[in-house]
């Protein structure tokens, strides 16, 4: 009995260490999610953003970072919203559920608009590389930051180039019915109108169309200077196609996300000379964008697709956040996520007090035998720095 009562007592003491080691080193593991779309017509996106938090938290495990007394290990907890608001929900609730530190996402304005109150409830900061709808951090809630322009300031930056220095005095905008379409398009008509512009059509499509001839048509009717259309890459490619074949000649701009080589494939001639505004700064000017290209091409098989320099931004404005208060609680890393700044990527990361990105920058690009030019940036302002 005596024999028998020994062994369950060193059995009861190895478990125990066991769970006091398994605990300590899970203790010492931080999760950061994810989320975005990695299904669906805007998975591109979502991939390259995933794969960009990715390298950066390996980045940061291999910089061996102490937090708190303990060496941290960061994992990455990513999951598919689907770019649905509904499905954005779930994955915000389940990140809460797993006690997940922070959050880089979400991609698409709608899903983070819908996800952001169940974050604020449970006071875990998010941090998004690409939604740019202004009605996120117009909510007060605290907890809301990115790493990209708002739609206002990029909206005022589009309609004073197209206004004023292409000369474009009626305008047709499209836009693919999504949050971010729809919103955008509304600001930009405001910006154009302020600028002593006139938006003579604006129409509507939705994510899955293919044939646009039929608002095309009423737009050859109004005989603008420029169409821009405000959705996917691959739509605009069918739909720039289209603007040729029904013989209009007004110049094309496309906004957000068309600057790539898919897109100039997709399209073939149409692309011809047509325009693209893309939020930040070109590849070629950020501080650190070949480092991270070739990164990703290494770990991943392909480099930045689009807001990858953005996510990778994300994730260590979290980290450094953490870093700074000395803690990987949310309520505690807070506030310094909020005053803080440094050196990323993408140039000086800082936040406004609602959120916003605090250096409002955008590029200009046309198409120019076959390949992206980078034709005029506007940098901090609403001033043009030319090439």
């Known amino acids: 009995m005596f024999r028998r009562n020994v062994l369950k007592l060193a059995i009861l003491s190895a478990c125990a260490t066991f769970t006091a080691s398994a605990y300590s080193q899970d203790s010492n593991t931080v ?55 509904k499905t954005a929900v779930l994955v915000a609730q389940k990140f809460v559920d797993d006690e997940v530190s922070g959050i880089v996402g979400h991609h698409n304005s709608g899903c983070w608009n819908a996800a952001a109150p169940v974050y604020a409830k449970a006071g875990i900061p998010s941090v998004s590389p690409s939604a740019s709808s202004p009605q996120v951090t117009s909510q007060g809630l605290k907890t809301v930051f990115r790493t990209i322009n708002n739609d206002d300031q990029m909206a005022k930056l589009a309609a004073d180039y197209s206004v004023k220095k292409l000369g474009a005095k009626r305008i047709a905008t499209i836009d693919d019915s999504t949050d971010y379409g729809s919103n955008f398009a509304t600001e930009l008509g405001k910006a154009i109108k302020a600028d002593g512009g006139n938006v003579v059509s604006r129409q509507y499509t939705d994510t899955k169309s293919v044939d646009f001839r039929g608002i095309l048509t009423q737009i050859k009717g109004q005989n603008p200077d420029l169409i821009v259309y405000i959705g996917s890459y691959g739509q605009a490619a069918a739909l720039v196609k289209q603007v040729r074949q029904l013989g209009i ?139």
């Open 249 to 387: 000649t007004a110049k094309f701009m496309g906004e957000g996300g068309f600057t790539n080589d898919s897109f100039l494939k997709l399209a073939g001639d149409s692309a011809k000379g047509m325009y693209s505004w893309e939020y930040g700064l070109p590849l070629s000017r950020m501080p650190r964008a070949a480092e991270l290209e070739s990164k990703m091409k290494a770990k991943f098989g392909t480099g930045i697709v689009q807001f990858a320099p953005q996510a990778y931004d994300a994730t260590w404005a979290i980290i450094n956040a953490m870093k700074k208060a000395d803690s990987t609680d949310p309520k505690k890393y807070l506030s310094a996520l909020q005053t803080n700044s440094f050196d990323g990527i993408i140039g000086k990361i800082a936040f406004q007090k609602n959120g916003d990105f605090a250096v409002a920058n955008a590029s200009l690009f046309q198409e120019q035998g076959g390949k992206w030019a980078v034709l005029d940036t506007a940098e901090g302002a609403n001033s043009y720095a030319g090439k």
């Open 31 to 85: 999760k950061i999610g994810f989320a975005g779309p990695l299904t669906g017509f805007s998975a591109q996106w979502g991939k390259d953003e995933e794969n960009a938090v990715r390298i950066a938290v390996d980045d940061a495990n291999k910089a061996g970072i102490v937090i708190g007394g303990k060496k941290i290990t960061f994992a990455v907890d990513a999951q598919d919203d689907a770019a649905d608001p």
